[in-house]
């Protein structure tokens, strides 16, 4: 397996032909992403949740290359991609399609979880003719009702300046956190630079961009997806509302996998792959 790390720091901004719905210019940038596998072999693009980002899904992207030609994204303020302050699905989607014309990838396979899952469906139904099949983790096109506005402050009360390792952080979010295995993802983000702690991301974008992410952009007028797509959703969450499923994706495929919540891929990765497998082939 070939694995190739492009950290892309630039902040150009395109601005594309083709706007999306509601938007008379949508702002595309270039993202940071990690590469795995024989360009020979099919491309697969993963796509990351809220607050994750490309190093999340290396174990589960190595073992894909096996078959596929994977690219891991790290979307707009995600990772090692640059911080703007816009951040919706529209715009991420614009991204994606910067990074397929950029890489000259005409059409290519799509994993998306959460976050990720929303910006695939948004672009699938602007740019059906650029997906083979995708795969939808644990989310629906809905708009949630949950907040993020506890979590966010939560990271923003952080006193980084008085932490000197990372075992602190996580008792002072234990509190507000208690999920542990939670923290430890959110964690992720804390970096030490020069002797100190920072965020790799910036909180203040993600409190004033959270309620996008929540949501799902209004329909309109757009036509339904009408490819196959499989969604895949955890036992334990309930984030796969079927209804709102097939109303945009009439061919779609619902599979529970059993003994995993919202992080499908990490709490059953051997199942979470073959299922990816078997749909893809």
């Given at each position: 397996?070939?694995?190739?790390?492009?950290?892309?720091?630039?902040?150009?901004?395109?601005?594309?032909?083709?706007?999306?719905?509601?938007?008379?210019?949508?702002?595309?940038?270039?993202?940071?992403?990690?590469?795995?596998?024989?360009?020979?072999?099919?491309?697969?693009?993963?796509?990351?949740?809220?607050?994750?980002?490309?190093?999340?899904?290396?174990?589960?992207?190595?073992?894909?290359?096996?078959?596929?030609?994977?690219?891991?994204?790290?979307?707009?303020?995600?990772?090692?991609?640059?911080?703007?302050?816009?951040?919706?699905?529209?715009?991420?989607?614009?991204?994606?399609?910067?990074?397929?014309?950029?890489?000259?990838?005409?059409?290519?396979?799509?994993?998306?979880?959460?976050?990720?899952?929303?910006?695939?469906?948004?672009?699938?139904?602007?740019?059906?003719?650029?997906?083979?099949?995708?795969?939808?983790?644990?989310?629906?096109?809905?708009?949630?009702?949950?907040?993020f506005d506890n979590l966010i402050g939560a990271l923003q009360e952080l006193p980084l300046e008085q932490l000197?390792?990372?075992?602190?952080?996580?008792?002072?979010?234990?509190?507000p956190i208690p999920e542990a295995s939670f923290r430890q993802f959110l964690l992720q983000n804390l970096v030490?630079?020069?002797?100190?702690?920072?965020?790799?991301?910036?909180?203040?974008?993600?409190?004033?961009?959270?309620?996008?992410?929540?949501?799902?952009?209004?329909?309109?007028a757009l036509q339904a997806y009408t490819r196959d797509t499989l969604f895949l959703g955890g036992e334990m969450?309930?984030?796969?509302?079927?209804?709102?499923?097939?109303?945009?994706?009439?061919?779609?495929?619902?599979?529970?996998?059993?003994?995993?919540?919202?992080?499908?891929?990490?709490?059953?990765?051997?199942?979470?792959?073959?299922?990816?497998?078997?749909?893809?082939?």
């Open positions: 397996v070939f694995i190739f790390v492009n950290t892309v720091i630039m902040v150009e901004v395109v601005n594309l032909l083709q706007p999306f719905q509601g938007k008379s210019m949508t702002k595309a940038i270039h993202l940071n992403f990690e590469e795995y596998g024989q360009p020979l072999l099919p491309t697969l693009l993963i796509i990351h949740g809220f607050f994750a980002s490309s190093r999340n899904w290396r174990q589960i992207a190595k073992k894909l290359a096996e078959h596929y030609h994977v690219y891991v994204l790290d979307m707009r303020n995600h990772g090692e991609s640059a911080h703007v302050p816009e951040m919706d699905y529209p715009e991420m989607a614009a991204d994606i399609k910067l990074f397929l014309d950029t890489h000259n990838i005409e059409a290519a396979h799509f994993i998306g979880h959460s976050m990720g899952g929303k910006a695939v469906m948004w672009f699938a139904l602007h740019h059906p003719e650029r997906i083979n099949r995708q795969v939808i983790v644990d989310i629906s096109p809905v708009t949630y009702r949950h907040s000197t390792n990372r075992k602190q952080a996580d008792e002072l979010l234990s509190g030490l630079k020069e002797g100190r702690y920072h965020w790799r991301i910036d909180l203040a974008i993600f409190a004033k961009t959270a309620d996008n992410i929540i949501a799902f952009p209004e329909i309109g969450s309930n984030y796969v509302i079927e209804e709102s499923v097939y109303a945009l994706f009439p061919k779609a495929q619902v599979k529970i996998i059993a003994g995993a919540g919202h992080w499908v891929h990490a709490q059953q990765p051997k199942e979470f792959c073959q299922a990816v497998y078997d749909f893809l082939n």
